[in-house]
């Protein structure tokens, strides 16, 4: 590691120099979550495009991190950038507060892929899930939301619970300036565990569960066999709603998760990706709900309660995301994305097996992860008891040396329209290095 990063301060001058210039940056960063980087600093950006990014110092890198999911349609697709152009250099206008044709047609498609009936705009999935936690409420009488310990929905402060020793909910580690103690607003339930979950459900005060079909930000955790079909009946049977999250799961085919295994949720919400890189979020509803919620006179639906913000459903947003969804992140490409992900585990499991390290490695679609732990957890908390922080650092500085880029908040890698086979078999030796080097 020490070798590494000397390595990377060599190789990164101008990143180093411009990160230490940054005293008027909280953090030293735009956003502080970008100091979760290996190395003593993080790589600066100069450009991006389709699967590859170049830094300020010169470097180009393969992308499987594709801004965490955000451009999962790869950097500055052509199809979105000519809709960007067009909507706000040719016709004028970003946002006015006025619809655009544009959105029906986002609307439209979006119910063909996930099957919700009606839908709404955001900026992020953040405030989506906000928006469908007031819905909710709202339309239950209910005070309270269950999720799944380590989940990840954004900075939602309903969802930052885990469970503890005890197997109660506690508030997760770490939660910045929390509004009131966390299991006021919230319950917790292990992903895949049934039981645990109709038993905080028959407290009987749950207006939704929020959940994302597999969890995705503390490492893949698939659902079992019955899991999910399991989940709605127990909301059904208790009353609650289900919302599902597939802003990250969006990885598992044009209509998530949802499509993919025929799930049947009352809201789901949705973000990054669908923007091709231009900040967009949506959530949808059932026809039965969204009536039940339209027929409530006692709702203001139009200027209270965070409806998602001036800027949301603007007309660039939108227009992007019919770009996107139209043109660049079709069903084609992500059967042609799926096979790549396919190839990047089949490398990553034979390193795994040439040495027979005690790891694992699972797929959702386009998104492929490894695990310092066989087999793979099934839970969230099995997940985080099994982060190695040392190890993972270790192995992105090591490829990003070398030129490769993943998550850097897990050992995730993602594949966009514009990744290669040979993208793919890169990523595959440099890891094989990477680990004889270890067992050396």
């Not at 339930?189 to 994302?212: I, K, Q, S, T």
């Amino acid at each position: 590691m020490a070798r590494e990063s000397a390595e990377a301060e060599r190789r990164n001058p101008r990143s180093r120099a411009a990160y230490a210039r940054a005293d008027h940056l909280f953090g030293r960063v735009p956003m502080t979550w970008m100091n979760k980087t290996a190395g003593a600093f993080p790589r600066y950006l100069a450009g991006a495009r389709g699967a590859r990014v170049t830094d300020i110092d010169g470097h180009a890198y393969i992308d499987f991190c594709l801004g965490d999911t955000g451009a999962m349609a790869g950097h500055s697709p052509a199809p979105v950038t000519e809709a960007v152009h067009h909507r706000y250099a040719e016709l004028g206008g970003a946002t006015a507060m006025l619809p655009t044709e544009d959105a029906e047609w986002v609307g439209a498609e979006l119910t063909r892929r996930f099957g919700l009936a009606r839908w709404s705009f955001s900026l992020t999935a953040t405030d989506a899930n906000r928006w469908a936690i007031r819905l909710a409420r709202a339309v239950t009488g209910r005070p309270k939301i269950l999720v799944n310990s380590y989940c990840y929905h954004g900075s939602v402060d309903e969802s930052l619970i885990v469970t503890g020793p005890d197997g109660t909910g506690t508030a997760r580690p770490g939660n910045v300036g929390a509004p009131c103690d966390v299991t006021l607003t919230s319950r917790v339930a292990e992903f895949n565990d049934l039981a645990g979950l109709e038993r905080e459900l028959a407290y009987g005060d749950v207006a939704a569960v929020l959940m994302e079909p597999a969890l995705t930000n503390i490492g893949i955790v698939l659902p079992e066999p019955g899991y999910l079909t399991g989940v709605r009946e127990l909301t059904r049977r208790y009353g609650a709603l289900l919302i599902n999250d597939e802003t990250h799961t969006f990885s598992a085919g044009p209509g998530g998760c949802t499509a993919a295994w025929d799930l049947e949720p009352d809201l789901l919400t949705i973000g990054k990706a669908i923007g091709g890189g231009i900040p967009a979020g949506a959530y949808g509803l059932s026809a039965e709900l969204a009536d039940r919620l339209l027929g409530r006179t006692d709702l203001d639906l139009v200027d209270m309660g965070g409806v998602g913000g001036t800027l949301a459903g603007n007309a660039l947003s939108v227009a992007a995301t019919r770009a996107t969804l139209e043109h660049v992140l079709t069903d084609e490409a992500f059967a042609r994305m799926a096979t790549l992900a396919e190839r990047f585990e089949a490398g990553v499991r034979a390193g795994i097996e040439a040495h027979r390290l005690p790891w694992s490695v699972s797929r959702l679609g386009a998104r492929t992860e490894y695990r310092f732990t066989s087999p793979a957890p099934r839970t969230g908390t099995e997940s985080a008891a099994a982060s190695d922080p040392e190890l993972e650092d270790f192995l992105h500085l090591y490829l990003a040396n070398r030129g490769i880029l993943l998550t850097p908040f897990h050992n995730m890698a993602l594949m966009c329209p514009d990744t290669t086979e040979r993208d793919v078999d890169t990523h595959t030796e440099v890891f094989a290095a990477a680990l004889a080097e270890l067992a050396a």
